[in-house]
């Protein structure tokens, strides 16, 4: 699928999500006749988006973040602007309550700010709260990834303009939205898919029992990621949605630390972290995960999972690991492939 094709779909009101991502393996005849109707309209809307500095990649695109190609409603296209190579890294999403107490604040800045001297992403929705101080503590020490619920151009809340302008500058704002599109109330659940899609982990820092946060941790448990909660003051009722969350078998979190064992990253690195139960040699000789792939050939993320025996949402560290060091190659369609040597 073109760019072109994949920014029509996105332009299509109330695209049916159940399925997408099999569909668009699948080239579904009624997406393809879907984005040919709006082909006019999504090379003007590219045009005025390269005009304004934002980029666009498709769900075929080998940039295209491959953790999202392993849920079943990826958006066909994302809008962004920043480094597009932050997708690439290792990531945990941070999120929480919006009227976040200064203890929370406090606990999601600093989870933040010691990810990101490890070298991992922070993954968060840049709304008020315990959202925008992860983002604030990310910056401290690496980079961060915002998920909007509008287009990257309609920063919401509208005092974060100047938040999101720092990200893109050290790492990216993201939307699957169309730039001009507004703020729209039910986009936020709808982004919330993302935030823990792009994730391994997600991390509840203060939730009250109907906080936005649990839609993103329900999300997570149903793509396969890591919920963990940050326990709180039993007296205030601020965090009620949290503690549901260990009580139901959420990892309880207290520092970084917790987070990168559980996930099972080697800790104290400031390089992209590796599982340390799947470490290699320089050439990535006698590894597990590569003597399952053969040279040339191309494998989806669920077949190397289920051919693994691991979960895709643990397999994708260690695939993006060896990506970074040349030992795998993402090709069109969110696969892998493992180079033909030829000296």
């Known amino acids: ?92 999403a941070i999120v929480g309550s919006r009227a976040a107490s200064a203890t929370a604040l406090e606990v999601a800045a600093r989870l933040a700010a010691d990810l990101a001297l490890r070298g991992i992403v922070v993954v968060s929705g840049l709304a008020r709260g315990v959202d925008s101080a992860a983002h604030r503590g990310a910056l401290r020490e690496g980079r961060t990834i915002a998920v909007l619920g509008s287009g990257v151009d309609r920063v919401y809340p509208r005092e974060h303009v100047p938040l999101a302008k720092e990200i893109a500058g050290r790492g990216l704002v993201v939307s699957e939205y169309p730039p001009g599109t507004p703020p729209l109330p039910f986009h936020f659940p709808m ?73 099972g990253w080697v800790v104290g690195t400031a390089a992209p972290p590796a599982p340390a139960s799947t470490a290699s040699t320089a050439t990535g000789s006698g590894d597990p995960l590569l003597r399952l792939m053969r040279a040339g050939e191309a494998y989806d993320l669920d077949g190397l999972a289920a051919s693994a025996g691991v979960a895709a949402s643990r397999l994708l560290p260690r695939l993006l690991e060896l990506e970074l060091r040349g030992l795998v190659e993402r090709i069109e369609g969110g696969r892998f492939m493992r180079p033909t040597r030829t000296c």
């Open 191 to 263: 982004r919330n898919r993302l935030i823990s899609g792009l994730a391994c982990a997600v991390v509840v820092v203060e939730a009250s029992e109907r906080s936005g946060s649990l839609i993103t941790a329900a999300c997570a448990l149903e793509q396969g990621r890591e919920v963990m909660a940050v326990p709180g003051n039993v007296l205030s009722g601020r965090n009620r949605g949290a503690h549901a969350l260990i009580r139901d078998g959420a990892k309880i979190v207290e520092c970084a630390d917790d987070i990168v064992e559980d996930l």
């Open 1 to 92: 699928m073109t760019v072109d094709e994949a920014v029509a779909l996105s332009l299509v009101p109330d695209l049916p999500r159940v399925g997408l991502t099999e569909r668009l393996r699948a080239g579904d005849p009624d997406l393809v006749e879907a984005a040919a109707r709006r082909l006019d309209e999504a090379r003007a809307v590219r045009a005025r988006a390269e005009a304004a500095g934002l980029g666009v990649v498709a769900w075929s695109d080998p940039r295209f973040p491959a953790s999202l190609l392993a849920t079943s409603d990826l958006p066909p296209a994302l809008w962004y602007r920043g480094a597009l190579q932050t997708l690439a890294a290792p990531a945990v």
